[in-house]
């Protein structure tokens, strides 16, 4: 039992924590420095070594250029997204980057060797740290994780999360949203219904959540918060005040003395965590030429400076009960989260705000750790909440139909927060074509075969039309409850269908379990496999349309050698196709792509002026789907690529 024990992790931006459960309430499993938190930093030593957590974080003034630290601002984030980012944080990206290029953060010195890391894998070195504690802790090998992500997090955020625990060695069993799991920390799931806020004020972010709880699902229906606010601001403000009292008091100008500004920035972090204990505490600095700065503060001055600080969050909660459609009253719970909500006077803004006494038993820096463990042990089946088993706010596998080749095509992915809904288009394969199988899939492999058949069903009575030409609406939608619905509807004609499917119903953990491991030992080649048959796919559509557009007037328009350059590209495509690699036949479809341009062009006109002539377009060689560019037409009966 204890070898698949499965813990519970706060990936966060300041600090990182792992936890399990111990009998029936979780706890946070300490450091070899008995240290509940990892700071979220990590290093690399004069080997050129990672050093992770308090250890890095003195590298972060000695050798700034060697350290990095608030990573998960980068998770799943392009150049592009970044550029706000790096006015706030030195981060040192690669200078290689290539637009849509995963981000690559430079490490050491050029001259000692430099190293580059993606965002997942810095995260993976936190994550390592934590397994390793866990693993110490227990004296067994720890394999198995959730990870809370913030409730913002995007797919492509969520995704770069998953990674990160692959590259660590831990399979990430599920990703759960941090205000969901401080919630579940606090066992607000048992109440059933009700309106949950949770606050959290951390080092460097403010997220607020509103959680509508019912039947014990928890339901993020508004986010709001500010991506720089936090603790930080209150470390920096102090410190801002001790260095003008330096140079007004003592004459000494230490602003760019690195080590002096490091041993402020511990005296007022040491102030403010006292501060919110006691009445009053004293800001003692060493200073160069034998001075010494000393200053005492009350709980008084202090609060009086951070107000402005503590005031900006109120502007985010205001607009997220306002986009929730709910007035203070209506919040039933209210929880804290961060570090910085053990501050008195900002617990007293909450409790103002919402008209309600917020939860404080927990550790307001542990309480989303503790939850998530509290997750981890209902999915490893450890806890007599097996009936359970729905108290999800994300749906736990990929939703989607089966596509030409017999390919999974994702519409819903795993761990989208329910209820969600998406839409993709389609189209059809075959000339004339008036009926469409719909097969909905539930799981993580490419292949439909080696995924969870949950319904089939008929979109019938398309009027005729050449391939390509339908558009076709699929629509998923999963209420709160995990039902599906799948919809889908031709709009050309208005002929629709719909089926109702129930994706968690009858799976348990377990199976949801290995099709998620079985993704992982199989990834690589089923990415290969899906690749290969998505190509020769798109080789089959566009020498269809080749065939069609030889016996079409458009042809001996073309000069002779324009022709000979077809046929060639057209041999070479045929050939490639054969072979297994994706990647050739991608490139021949392209060159053959480009040589029909002007091809397609004239069927295109042909296609019209027949039109306006009064024959359909089918009957006119059905080239209209063309964008100009050659004759691609959407993958047969398969994702279509209207604009
Ligand atoms: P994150 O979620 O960003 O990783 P945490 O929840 O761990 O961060 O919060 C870290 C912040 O909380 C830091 O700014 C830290 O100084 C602050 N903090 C921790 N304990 C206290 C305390 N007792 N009083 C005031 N601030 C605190
Ligand atoms: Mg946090």
Not at 235 to 253: P, R, S, V
Not at 289 to 314: A, N
């Amino acid at each position: 039992m204890s070898s698949d024990r499965i813990v519970g992790i706060d990936l966060g931006t300041t600090n990182s924590l792992v936890a399990f459960m111990q009998g029936e309430s979780p706890v946070v499993i300490p450091g070899e420095d008995g240290s509940n938190l990892v700071p979220s930093v990590v290093a690399l030593d004069q080997n050129n070594q990672p050093v992770i957590g308090n250890g890095a974080r003195n590298s972060l003034i000695a050798n700034p250029e060697r350290a990095v630290y608030s990573i998960k601002r980068l998770m799943g984030r392009g150049v592009e997204d970044v550029q706000e980012e790096l006015k706030f944080f030195p981060f040192r990206l690669a200078e290689d980057l290539q637009p849509g290029e995963v981000l690559r953060i430079r490490l050491g010195e050029k001259k000692v060797g430099e190293k580059t890391f993606t965002p997942p894998e810095i995260s993976a070195l936190i994550l390592r740290q934590l397994k390793r504690n866990a693993e110490r802790f227990f004296g067994a090998p720890v394999t198995k994780a959730v990870i809370t992500v913030p409730a913002y997090f995007n797919d492509a955020q969520r995704q770069a999360t998953k990674d990160a625990g692959r590259i660590s060695g831990l399979e990430v069993l599920r990703l759960v949203n941090e205000p969901t799991a401080a919630s579940l920390a606090y066992g607000l799931d048992k109440k059933q219904n009700g309106i949950v806020a949770v606050y959290d004020l951390g080092g460097g972010t403010f997220d607020i959540s509103i959680l509508k709880l019912h039947d014990g699902i928890f339901e993020v229906i508004a986010t709001n918060g500010d991506t720089h606010l936090g603790g930080d601001d209150i470390d920096n403000l102090l410190i801002t005040i001790a260095l003008d009292d330096i140079q007004g008091d003592l004459g000494l100008d230490v602003r760019r003395n690195a080590e002096v500004v490091q041993a402020i920035r511990k005296a007022v972090i040491e102030a403010k965590i006292t501060l919110s204990s006691q009445d009053s505490t004293k800001l003692s600095v060493e200073l160069p030429r034998g001075k010494h700065y000393l200053r005492e503060i009350t709980r008084q001055q202090f609060e009086q400076l951070i107000q402005p600080i503590i005031d900006r969050t109120v502007g985010p909660c205001k607009q997220a009960l306002k986009d929730a459609g709910l007035k203070p009253e209506q919040i039933d719970e209210v929880v804290l989260v961060g570090g910085s909500t053990r501050i008195p006077k900002v617990r007293a803004l909450v409790k103002e705000m919402f008209q309600r006494e917020p939860h404080t038993d927990l550790n307001p820096d542990e309480v989303v750790a503790l939850g998530a463990a509290v997750q981890a042990n209902i999915l490893g089946g450890g806890s007599e909440a097996t009936e359970n088993m729905l108290l999800l706010d994300v749906t736990p596998l990929s939703l989607g139909i089966e596509v030409a080749g017999g390919v999974t095509d994702k519409i819903i992915l795993r761990n989208s927060t329910i209820p969600a809904s998406a839409t993709q288009f389609y189209t059809t394969q075959i000339d004339g074509q008036a009926n469409v199988a719909i097969h909905v899939l539930q799981g993580e492999r490419e292949l439909a075969k080696d995924c969870r058949s949950l319904a089939r069903f008929d979109l019938k009575g398309i009027p005729p039309m050449a391939a390509g030409m339908a558009r076709i609406e699929v629509k998923f939608l999963i209420d709160a409850n995990g039902i599906l619905s799948v919809s889908a509807r031709e709009q050309r004609s208005g002929k629709e269908a719909e089926i109702q499917v129930q994706p968690s119903y009858g799976l348990t953990d377990q199976q949801v379990e290995s099709m998620i491991l079985d993704s992982f030992d199989s990834a690589e080649e089923d990415f290969r496999k899906r690749q290969v048959i998505e190509a020769r796919n798109e080789a089959g559509t566009i020498l269809a349309a080749l065939e069609k557009g030889k016996k079409s007037p458009a042809w001996g328009v073309l000069m002779t050698d324009e022709k000979k350059k077809i046929a060639k590209l057209e041999k070479a495509l045929i050939a490639v196709k054969a072979e297994e690699d994706y990647q050739a036949i991608r490139k021949a479809i392209e060159v053959l792509n480009q040589a029909t341009t002007r091809l397609a062009e004239l069927m295109m006109d042909s296609a019209v002026s027949a039109a306006l002539k009064g024959k359909t377009m089918d009957e006119a060689g059905d080239a209209a789907e063309d964008r100009g560019e050659g004759l691609t037409a959407p993958h047969p009966m398969a994702k279509a690529e209207f604009e």
